[in-house]
């Protein structure tokens, strides 16, 4: 049984959007995979984020989310990084 890939939009603040330069990205996977493995995607191309993983916070859909969460096609995914404010 052949499954779909699906395409999810990313939106990136802070950190991860200085580091791509740009406030969202287009993917595509050749399945349904969980939030957390969207992360571990960027932090491949971009190492030096790597700082941000266990602090950062997932949302889907404008939920907040758990890590084991599966995004389905059409997502919009949330990566939050902290925020340092004053």
Known sequence: MSQASIAITV????AYQEAYGTSELKLSFSESIPVKAV???LLREHPELERWR?????GVNLQFVEPDT???NGD????IPPVSGG
């Open 39 to 41: 992360l571990d995607y």
């Open 76 to 79: 919009e995914v949330v990566l």
């Open 11 to 14: 939106k990136l603040f802070a």
């Open 54 to 58: 266990n602090f950062t916070r997932f």
């Open 70 to 72: 599966l995004v389905q």
